[in-house]
């Protein structure tokens, strides 16, 4: 798979929506289930790690029960993925949005399953670009793009590479800071409503990628 080392990103604004959408459902959850992520998998983890070890806190089970479900979304995207070739994008899209709209209809009906359906969201929308040339760039969590805006900022320094290669990853982030600013926004206004606009905006990048695959032409066999 060709990355953004060897070519510019083709669907950068795509990412950088998805990106923005994460921050903004990670805000949410944050603030709901008092600092624990639905697309932060390493936080959750560390989280759980230090319960197990007899350390400060609790609710390791709903630590790991986000990971769990996070790791259940990336394997449904992948099966869809595979299943779709010629729209994956849209179709794991709209996974990612029937996820959503149930974690929305769970806080009302059963708000247990809330959170982790917004975690399988998360692992889910992570698969949206899988089939998209130079797209190996992390989409709901922003420490791996961290580590390669770093070494693209060095390979710049020491003139390597492609000069601006950084700026791609320096967007991914910028953009994940503004959703969860949003996020945070939303959700002291609206509450639990906040879920419903994350719908829609999933919903709105499922309808354009699906616009956008069938435009492409058909891949070879």
Not at 30 to 42: E, H, I, Q, Y
């Amino acid at each position: 798979m060709k990355t953004m080392h060897t070519r510019p990103f083709p669907v950068l604004p795509v990412a950088a929506v998805i990106a923005a959408l994460a921050g903004f459902v990670d805000a949410y959850a944050f603030v709901r289930l008092g600092n624990f992520f639905v697309s932060f998998m390493s936080g959750n983890a560390t989280r759980g790690g230090v319960v197990l070890g007899g350390g400060y806190g609790g609710g390791g089970g709903l630590a790991f029960s986000l990971v769990l479900a996070f790791l259940a979304g990336v394997i449904l995207a992948s099966i869809v993925s595979r299943r779709f070739v010629r729209g994956a994008a849209a179709a794991v899209m709209g996974l990612t949005t029937l996820l959503i709209v149930g974690a929305a209809l769970a806080t009302s009906m059963l708000s247990a399953l809330s959170m982790p359906l917004l975690a399988a969201a998360m692992g889910a929308m992570n698969g949206v670009l899988l089939r998209e040339e130079g797209a190996a760039v992390g989409l709901t969590y922003m420490t791996g793009n961290l580590v390669k805006l770093g070494q693209g900022l060095a390979d710049a320094l020491m003139g390597e590479g492609p000069r601006w290669r950084w700026v791609a990853y320096l967007l991914l982030w910028l953009t994940f800071v503004g959703g969860a600013v949003g996020g945070a926004i939303v959700e002291r206004a609206l509450g639990d409503y906040t879920l419903w606009y994350a719908a829609l905006i999933a919903a709105w990048l499922a309808l354009l990628l699906a616009g956008r695959a069938r435009q492409a032409p058909h891949p070879r066999t």
